[in-house]
């Protein structure tokens, strides 16, 4: 329960004539017809099946309930298909089964059962209580502290108030108690390492007691979403209260993979603060992938050199878009890197468990390394035979060959950093998704080496090779830094309980829960990290929606995930439900963010949040406490924190307000200016914006919604602004519906040196490239524009496009062809898609005279390249966004980087370019240009930009009856003309 006006109903009527029911909002409750399979809604207009018949339940087991019946058809009963719960849908169903029966609720036991989830804290504490009154924010004015060793965390806080109050806080060993104090005690009566008890009062007092400094941290961490709250949603006014707290688990942890996707220290950063409101206690830190090595070792500098690059990522999925793009050069941490994100979580009570996945998952470290790592140097598996790093997710069967003692010593090696780097007492060592053929292969190609490797260590069989390797890390480890191992749960299939080592059993597949038992029946210690719910590279969309558009909104960054962990499923997991009695062997939870799909700071965000605020309640909460329907409110009261941050989280469990016509006028302009970019191309004119604006002020000056939504319209049918000749402009994907998340890709003409095969064809880079084949110019032809290649100047040209097979975008064979492109607004929105009707920017290139929803036009595939297919609504793969450029100082130092990652045109390129970069302000088109036709010709290429004047416009073509044309798409020999081909017009000249 929430207990908001939309589920405050009442009831009136009769049992003869039926009840109607009524929302506090003023809804009536109807059904859409009342035969079975009819569903429930409400409306302020309902008119029709909005009587209602009420009796006692029948069913065995829920006799103190009722059941609800259509007055006109007493034979069907409401029913709560899914079972009881938010976003469930309630239809009429027969017979009685148990998602039939109703309790009714009143309006005091809702307020009685609701009055923690008006608490502004995440996690619930497990023993609180609410008092009455409240304190002024800014009445708080000493923390006191006991002893120098807690200072800073003293400190800590006092910048934390200034920040959300704009005062200081003074921080003083050992003042006394009382008004506007916040006393901070240690009591080693008080069990449990994070357990804190707190007691405030009206007169701006709290006392925090705890046994460590965690503990005070915890206390501290209650106070601090308090005076959030009292900032945001309070006036200023802190909530009062007394709580005894502690948590259900000590592992209540989030896993950041950077081997896919790298991410800076400043974002690490800024991802621990956060997590550190909501007490969250660990990092789990994914290091190392087959698709990239992010960490420095000094001994072995090929795995920065080599293993930290790739030829290119898959940048989403279902299904895959593959972008060219080398990816990983420069992207790794230092050891000092690693040491000062070390530190600074402690600072938050924070630990780091550092992850180097092995014996599998090693490509990036084998292709560094492939005659030392490898199981066969002369060939890899995969990959046509080439150790490289790895592009695809999955697993590769490329694995360590252990049975080299150079191989263990560089596993030793690394540890070691490790070990010394990162205080925490747990090293992750993977051990997951480890095939066992490169290994067989050894056994079978008889390797006498490998084969007397296995008779000594008594390995009968591959399968013992990965438990014999943990637990001589797992011994090794214990014995020269006192740290314990923890692998994925695929070790327990083939572990022996003979062994040394007494690993920590990270569950994830089969859901977790059954890994969890396996684990258990081992006696080995666990931490519940199940793929499902707790996997966030999945989709957070409600079960049943996955791949529905109307279930995902228009500026949802995230394309990515195979599978959809909804925040309810996450709230309301349950880590112990499998493993009975040894429910003590958990240490914990964990979240876990994997980053093949997810390509920057704002997509990792979006996937974190909220969901990673549902697990802190999930860890430390126990399971009788938690509510999801109090959760929920609770969690909407935290977005505004997650602004504070500016974090990008996702709102699907938000609920809007409900706006008035003029209220809903203002969010549509708010929206339409929010990124106003008055005469850019695509937008309307400085113009139109001002008389928007004007129309705003005299709206709300009138309180008229009507004259604004008059204001909208005009602005919205105004005239876009169109390139112009002699410009340089950049043409980036518009696209943000679900499953084709394109957007801020830049199209750019396939030309590859080596690789010619798709040459001349237009792709699109899913991450920005800045190369000089992503430049175009428009040249005015009527009501249309040829649109030609800046770095080569030719022109671009559609195929056939009433052929599937051959409707790619490629370069016209000739710069006498021209192809007349049109550019137009999108299609607004079909009844069927929950999106905007209208956004400034957006553009549609098409080969037609005026607009149609069924055109066929220029369309980003998921296979990287652009066709000419039909398709043209708002935020679709039709959308271009058309930019100018002006400065290009970033295509510039991306030129100097190309030649200098190849080695080339030091004195030509490299360093003249490098002096110009430092001197001038902005570089223009004339200066990029003289030096990309230096790097043209070094490649082969013929770089000769030409600004051609206007092409004179002709007349179209008008068939004659018995006259036979052609249509085949090829330039006729009628210079001077138009020739008209399936809709594609050609100018000859």
């Not at 039926?18 to 207009?45: A, N």
């Not at 919604?705 to 204001?711: F, G």
Request: proline share 4%; glycine share 8%.
């Amino acid at each position: 329960m929430i207990g908001s006006d939309d589920q405050m109903w009442r009831f009136e009527g009769t049992e003869q004539g039926g009840y109607t029911i009524t929302s506090r909002t003023g809804k009536v409750l109807y059904t859409t017809t009342t035969e079975k399979s009819g569903m429930f809604q409400s409306s302020t207009t309902a008119s029709n099946n909005t009587k209602f018949a009420i009796s006692a339940s029948t069913l065995a087991g829920y006799t103190d309930a009722f059941v609800i019946t259509p007055q006109a058809n007493k034979s069907v009963f409401m029913n709560q298909f899914g079972g009881a719960g938010l976003d469930k849908s309630l239809g009429l169903w027969t017979p009685v089964d148990k998602n039939c029966p109703l309790v009714f609720v009143t309006e005091e036991e809702v307020e009685s059962q609701m009055k923690l989830a008006k608490l502004p804290l995440i996690p619930m504490p497990t023993d609180i209580n609410v008092l009455s009154g409240s304190a002024k924010m800014s009445d708080y004015a000493t923390i006191s502290y006991p002893a120098d060793s807690l200072q800073a965390l003293a400190v800590q806080f006092t910048e934390f108030l200034g920040k959300v109050s704009g005062k200081t806080l003074a921080a003083q060993k050992g003042a006394n108690a009382g008004a506007g104090v916040i006393t901070l005690s240690i009591d080693k009566t008080i069990e449990g390492d994070e357990t804190y008890q707190i007691s405030m009062a009206d007169n701006a007092s709290a006392s925090i007691k705890a046994s460590t400094a965690h503990g005070l941290f915890n206390g501290l961490t209650t106070l601090r979403q308090l005076f959030y709250d009292a900032k945001f949603n309070n006036n200023g006014n802190v909530m009062l209260i007394q709580a005894n707290d502690k948590p259900r688990f000590g592992y209540r942890g989030f896993m950041l993979d950077i081997a896919r996707h790298f991410f800076d220290k400043n974002e690490v950063k800024k991802l621990l603060d956060v997590m550190a409101i909501y007490k969250i206690s660990k990092m789990h830190w994914h290091l190392t992938d087959d698709q990239g090595w992010r960490i420095e070792i000094p001994e072995y500098p090929k795995l920065i050199e080599i293993g930290t690059i790739r030829n290119g990522s898959f940048t989403k999925d279902s299904p895959r878009f593959y972008d060219d793009a080398e990816y990983g050069r420069g992207m790794y941490y230092t050891l000092a890197d690693l040491k000062e994100v070390v530190d600074y979580a402690a600072k938050l009570h924070i630990d780091i468990m550092p992850e180097i996945d092995l014996p599998g998952h090693m490509v990036a470290a084998i292709a560094s390394y492939p005659y030392e790592f490898s199981c066969n140097p002369s060939q890899a598996i995969e990959n046509n035979g080439q150790y490289i790093v790895r592009i695809n997710s999955g697993v590769s069967k490329d694995v360590l060959n252990v049975s080299k003692p150079e191989v263990m010593d560089f596993l030793k090696c690394v540890l070691a950093h490790m070990a010394e780097v990162f205080p925490y007492p747990i090293i992750h060592i993977g051990g997951d998704e480890c095939p066992t053929q490169a290994w067989q292969n050894r056994v079978n190609a008889n390797d006498a080496n490998f084969k007397k490797w296995m008779s000594d260590n008594k390995l009968a069989s591959v399968n013992d090779i990965q438990p014999w390797l943990v637990n001589e890390l797992g011994v090794w480890l214990k014995k020269e830094y006192g740290k314990d191992v923890v692998c994925w749960n695929e070790l327990t299939k083939h572990w022996n309980t003979e062994l040394e080592t007494q690993p920590i059993i990270m569950c994830y597949s089969d859901y977790g829960k059954n890994a969890m038992k396996a684990a258990a029946d081992l006696n080995m210690r666990t931490i519940y990290t199940g793929c499902w719910p707790f996997y966030l590279d999945m989709y957070q969309t409600y079960e049943g929606n996955i791949g529905q558009v109307a279930s995902h909104r228009g500026d949802d960054p995230y394309s990515g995930g195979y599978g959809n962990n909804t925040l309810q499923a996450v709230y309301n997991a349950s880590p112990c439900s499998n493993t009975a009695d040894k429910e003590y062997l958990c240490l914990g939870v964990g979240a876990n963010l994997w980053t093949e799909t997810v390509n920057d700071n704002k997509e990792a965000e979006h996937q974190f949040f909220p969901r990673m605020i549902a697990l802190a309640e999930v860890g430390w909460t126990p399971e009788q406490q938690k509510n999801w329907g109090s959760f929920r409110q609770r969690v909407q009261t935290h977005f505004k924190v997650m602004d504070e941050f500016d974090i990008y989280y996702a709102k699907y469990d938000y609920d809007e307000p409900v706006l008035s016509d003029l209220q809903t006028a203002q969010k549509e302009v708010d929206r339409l200016l929010s990124d106003a970019q008055p005469d850019a191309v695509g937008y309307p004119s400085s113009a139109a914006y001002a008389a928007l604006r004007d129309g705003y002020a005299k709206a709300v000056e009138t309180d008229n919604a009507a004259l604004l939504y008059t204001a909208i319209s005009t602005f919205k049918s105004a005239p876009l602004t169109m390139p112009e000749e002699g410009k340089v402009y950049r043409i980036i994907s518009g696209a943000t519906l679900w499953g084709s998340n394109y957007e801020g890709s830049a199209m750019y003409l396939n030309i590859d040196p080596v690789t010619t095969a798709n040459n001349n064809r237009f792709r699109f880079h899913y991450t920005q490239q800045t190369e000089p084949e992503e430049l175009f110019v428009f040249v005015k032809v009527g009501d249309g524009y040829g649109i030609r290649t800046r770095m080569d100047n030719r022109y671009i040209r559609l195929g056939d496009l009433d052929a599937k097979s051959n409707c790619a975008l490629t370069i016209a064979e000739s710069n006498k062809q021209y192809m007349v492109l049109r550019l137009d607004s999108p299609a607004k929105k079909y009844d069927k898609v929950g999106y905007y009707d209208y956004t400034p920017g957006l553009l549609t290139i098409s080969t037609v005279e005026g607009y149609a929803p069924e055109s066929k036009r220029l369309v980003a595939s998921n296979d990287g390249y652009i066709y000419n297919k039909t398709d043209g609504i708002v935020g679709g793969t039709a959308c271009w966004r058309i930019v100018e450029v002006t400065d290009f100082a970033a295509e510039l130092k991306a030129l100097v980087k190309k030649c200098t990652i190849k080695g080339i045109l030091k004195s030509e390129l490299v360093d003249p370019a490098s002096e110009e970069l430092e001197a001038a302000g902005v570089i223009t088109v004339e200066t990029y240009e003289k030096y990309a036709a230096i790097y043209a010709k070094s490649i082969g290429r013929n770089f000769t930009p030409t600004t051609p004047t206007a092409i004179k416009t002709v007349g179209v073509v008008t068939p004659e009856h018995d006259k036979t044309y052609d249509l085949s798409g090829r330039p006729s020999q009628a210079k001077g003309k138009i020739l008209v081909s399936n809709n594609a017009k050609y100018i000859n000249k």
